[in-house]
């Protein structure tokens, strides 16, 4: 399974109750190509993932955080606008003090196939209601304005 990872040191804001930026410590070359925007591995390290991308979602700076302040082990599954795809990704804090380890995969094809799964399981959920109340002792009449 082709993984792209990164590693980030965390800039945490004064107060250290959040993440404010991140820098790139290292990536592989799948990083670059899935989620770095066409930067070498040279490129990136050292770069302040806020400068790099102007357009960013800052939301996994949370994930960011509990791994490096609280060592929690993450997986999740959300859209990323910096990548234009869905990532199944993993972050770990790093045994380097302050800097967390990101991998992920592209998840487009999984997310499509989950959210199919649950349309088919609530249409399936409706017919079943559907057909119990047809099946009711109540007129067919009353049945149909419970159903509607």
């Known amino acids: 399974v082709p ?6 040191r965390v800039k945490l804001s004064p107060a250290g109750d959040e993440i404010v930026d ?5 990536a592989n ?12 591995q ?7 993932f806020l400068e790099t991308f102007k357009s960013v979602n800052t ?3 949370s994930y960011c955080y509990r791994a490096v302040v609280h ?14 795809h869905w990532l199944s990704f993993n972050l770990s804090p790093s045994p380097v003090e302050g800097c967390c380890v990101y ?25 079943i209601s559907m057909a119990d109340a047809l ?10 304005n419970q159903l509607l």
Request: proline share 1%.
């Open 3 to 8: 993984v792209a990872y990164a590693i980030f």
């Open 22 to 26: 991140t820098e790139y410590v290292s």
């Open 29 to 40: 070359q799948l990083y670059c190509e899935w989620g770095g925007h066409g930067y070498s």
């Open 42 to 48: 040279e490129a990136l390290i050292g770069r302040s």
């Open 59 to 61: 939301a996994w700076f």
């Open 71 to 84: 060592g929690e082990k993450i997986h999740d599954v959300v859209y990323s606008p910096e990548a234009g």
């Open 103 to 127: 991998a992920f995969t592209i998840a487009d094809d999984e997310r499509f196939e989950r959210e199919q799964m649950i349309v088919g399981l609530d249409t399936s959920d409706i017919i």
């Open 135 to 144: 099946n009711d002792e109540v007129s067919f009449e009353v049945a149909m």
